[in-house]
């Protein structure tokens, strides 16, 4: 779908009213302590890369005013989080990023103008970067201490990718999760119990 440049606020105040009245039939049908809601940031991530060939000046106010408006709309009681996505088709980045600094100002941001606990994020990681340049703007993170920090590290069958990923973010933040890079929706089936695995050896490996 394509939006003119000049109708995207207009889109975008629509499409939240929908997003909020799918997020109320869902808060009103499922138990609070069951219930977790993650908003998927990627379009906004690919703005901050400039990815796309429009960004209005003040990308960055409108994005964080809109991040957080949706953020206060979660009920307290239900987890809240925010996944930071580049896209993955075929397995891949649209925009491969020079480091993590863009995924920190993004996360710092949302978590700083948060009008309400943030229970998690989640940041990629792409395959290939096991050095440690790309995780050093992780060092400027800040996080409130109720907030749990989740990398998507794990790759499909790429055990030693995995370790040597865990090893460089170790060096720089003492405690985070992992995760896979992105959602497992597009992911062909077969490749479940493999991605499972790798989880499994990557927390082993953590807990030594």
Request: proline share 7%; glycine share 6%.
């Amino acid at each position: 779908m394509y939006v003119s440049p000049s109708c995207i606020d207009d889109y975008l105040l629509t499409y939240e009213k929908a997003l909020l009245k799918a997020l109320k039939s869902i808060v009103d049908a499922i138990p609070h302590r069951d219930l977790s809601i993650q908003w998927d940031i990627c379009q906004e991530v690919l703005i901050f890369e400039d990815y796309f060939p429009y960004r209005p000046d003040d990308y960055k106010l409108k994005i964080f005013d809109q991040m957080t408006r949706l953020g206060a709309q979660v009920p307290p009681g239900v987890e809240l989080g925010y996944h930071l996505c580049y896209g993955t088709p075929r397995d891949e980045h649209l925009v491969m990023p020079k480091d993590s600094a863009i995924l920190v100002e993004i996360a710092t941001g949302l978590a700083s103008q948060s009008q309400r606990q943030l229970d998690f994020l989640h940041m990629p990681v792409p395959r290939d970067r096991v050095d440690d340049a790309y995780y050093a703007p992780l060092a400027a993170l800040q996080l409130a201490a109720e907030t749990e920090l989740y990398l998507g590290l794990i790759h499909h069958q790429d055990h030693s990718g995995d370790s040597q990923r865990i090893a460089a973010a170790q060096k720089v933040v003492p405690s985070f999760g992992i995760a896979s890079e992105c959602g497992w929706g597009r992911t062909d089936p077969e490749r479940v119990p493999g991605l499972i695995e790798s989880h499994r050896l990557a927390a082993d490996l953590m807990a030594t």
